[in-house]
């Protein structure tokens, strides 16, 4: 499992946009970085703010992260 082929494409143009101003979700550095805050703010349901994350993608996240979050 891999930042560019598994998490990334989760991130829509609209999601990177409205999170821009903390970090980039588009840049493996980053998302690191901020992974566990990312997967709890996804897992509350106060991000992303219009669309809720399917189990199965939350699921991805969080074995990408116990995984060693590769890039």
Do not use: H
């Given at each position: 499992?891999?930042?560019?082929?598994?998490?990334?494409?989760?991130?829509?143009?609209?999601?990177?946009?409205?999170?821009?101003?903390?970090?980039?979700?588009?840049?493996?550095?980053?998302?690191?970085?901020?992974?566990?805050?990312?997967?709890?703010?996804?897992?509350?349901?106060?991000?992303?703010?219009?669309?809720?994350?399917?189990?199965e993608q939350?699921?991805?996240?969080?074995?990408w992260i116990?995984?060693?979050?590769?890039?």
């Amino acid at each position: 499992m891999s930042f560019e082929t598994d998490i990334k494409p989760m991130f829509r143009e609209e999601d990177r946009d409205a999170m821009e101003f903390v970090f980039d979700l588009w840049k493996y550095d980053d998302v690191k970085e901020n992974a566990e805050l990312i997967y709890q703010r996804i897992e509350d349901g106060s991000m992303p703010c219009d669309l809720e994350w399917t189990p199965e993608q939350l699921a991805t996240l969080r074995q990408w992260i116990d995984d060693g979050s590769q890039p």
